[in-house]
C-alpha cells in the first residue's frame, strides 16, 4: 500500500480519563475508497475514536494524519473542512423543515460558512434547488421531499442526516452506528445507500450489525479495551480466536 492509498492513518492514540485507558495505543490506517469497519465489544473504544478522529476529544498522546497531513492539533471546523464529516446525529435535522429545506440549509451552510444564516435572501435559497434534489434524491427520499421531517421514518430520518452531511461534499464520511435502532426494510436501504456514497468516497463506520459488515465492509479494524485487537477481512477477523474470545468475554456470543 502506497502512502496515497491511506486516506485516513491512525497512530498509536491514547486517551485516559481519570487514569482510565479508553485508548491504549491504537494505530490502524483506512484506505482511500474502501468502507471500512470498527468494531469490537462495548466499551471497547471505538466511540472514543471517532471523537479523537474528529477531535470532539483531543488524545493524549498519538497522531492522526488525514491525506498525508497532520490534522491531530486541528480544530473540529478545520477537519471537516479537509473534507472528513462525521454524521450529524438526528438532532440536527429540523424537524419543522421539509426534507429540501434541511438539505438546502445544510448546502448553505457549506458554501456561505459554519454559521447558519436564516436570514439568507429566497432568491439565494431557491439556487440551491437543484443541488439539494440532487441530494434527496440519491438518498432516496425523493417522494418525501416536500414532508416536514417530523414526519419521516427513523430510517429516513437518518438518510436525511446522511444528505446533509454529503452537502459538505466530505472526501470522507465517519458514520456511527448508521442502522441502529432500524428495522429490516431500513437496513437493507441504508446499506445501499452507504455501497453508492462509498463509489466516490471513504467511508469509515462503528456497527455493531455483523452481518452489515461481513456485506458491506472492505476492512475491519477490532478494537478491545482500547487496542487494536486485529485487522483484515470479514473472513480472517471473524475466525481469529482472539476477536472471538473478547466477543464471548463481553457477553456478545
Ligand atoms: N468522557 C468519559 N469519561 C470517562 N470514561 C469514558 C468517557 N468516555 C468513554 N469512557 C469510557 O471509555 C471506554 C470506551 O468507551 P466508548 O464509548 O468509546 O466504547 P465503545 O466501543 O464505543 O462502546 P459501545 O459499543 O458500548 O458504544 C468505556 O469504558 C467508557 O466507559
Known amino acids: 500500500m502506497t502512502q496515497t492509498d491511506v486516506i485516513l492513518a491512525a497512530k498509536e492514540l491514547c486517551i485516559e480519563f481519570n487514569g482510565f485507558r479508553a485508548l491504549d495505543g491504537a494505530s490502524f490506517n483506512v484506505r482511500r475508497g474502501h468502507i471500512h469497519?470498527?468494531?469490537?465489544?462495548?466499551?471497547?473504544?471505538?466511540?472514543?475514536?471517532?471523537?479523537?478522529?474528529?477531535?470532539?476529544?483531543?488524545?493524549?498522546?498519538g497522531t492522526i494524519h488525514l491525506n498525508g497531513d497532520d490534522i491531530t492539533a486541528l480544530p473540529p471546523d478545520e477537519i471537516a473542512q479537509r473534507g472528513m464529516v462525521r454524521s450529524f446525529q438526528i438532532s440536527a435535522v429540523f424537524g419543522d423543515m421539509t426534507v429540501l429545506e434541511n438539505v438546502?440549509?445544510?448546502?448553505?451552510?457549506?458554501?456561505?460558512?459554519?454559521?447558519?444564516d436564516f436570514w439568507r435572501s429566497e432568491s439565494v435559497l431557491r439556487g440551491l434547488n437543484?443541488?439539494?434534489?440532487?441530494?434527496?434524491?440519491?438518498?432516496?427520499?425523493?417522494?418525501?421531499?416536500?414532508?416536514?421531517?417530523?414526519?419521516?421514518?427513523?430510517g429516513r430520518k437518518r438518510a436525511l442526516e446522511v444528505a446533509t452531511t454529503l452537502a459538505l461534499d466530505p472526501q470522507m464520511l465517519l458514520l456511527d452506528?448508521?442502522?441502529?435502532?432500524?428495522?429490516?426494510?431500513?437496513?437493507?436501504?441504508?446499506?445501499?445507500?452507504?455501497?453508492?456514497?462509498?463509489?466516490?468516497?471513504?467511508?469509515?463506520?462503528?456497527?455493531?450489525?455483523?452481518?452489515?459488515?461481513a456485506e458491506l465492509c472492505d476492512r475491519i479494524t477490532v478494537l478491545a479495551r482500547g487496542q487494536v485487537l486485529a485487522e483484515g477481512d470479514y473472513a480472517s477477523v471473524s475466525q481469529d480466536p482472539?476477536?472471538?474470545?473478547?466477543?464471548?468475554?463481553?457477553g456478545h456470543a
Open 37 to 61: 469497519a470498527l468494531i469490537g465489544p462495548n466499551g471497547a473504544g471505538k466511540t472514543t475514536c471517532f471523537n479523537l478522529l474528529t477531535r470532539f476529544l483531543t488524545p493524549t498522546s
Open 104 to 116: 438546502r440549509v445544510a448546502l448553505q451552510r457549506r458554501k456561505h460558512g459554519a454559521s447558519f
Open 130 to 154: 437543484a443541488e439539494a434534489e440532487q441530494l434527496v434524491h440519491a438518498v432516496g427520499l425523493s417522494e418525501f421531499i416536500h414532508l416536514r421531517a417530523a414526519e419521516l421514518s427513523y
Open 177 to 213: 452506528e448508521p442502522m441502529a435502532g432500524m428495522g429490516h426494510e431500513d437496513v437493507k436501504r441504508t446499506a445501499a445507500l452507504i455501497r453508492e456514497i462509498a463509489r466516490t468516497r471513504t467511508v469509515l463506520m462503528v456497527e455493531h450489525n455483523l452481518s452489515v459488515v
Open 242 to 250: 482472539k476477536v472471538i474470545e473478547a466477543y464471548i468475554g463481553a
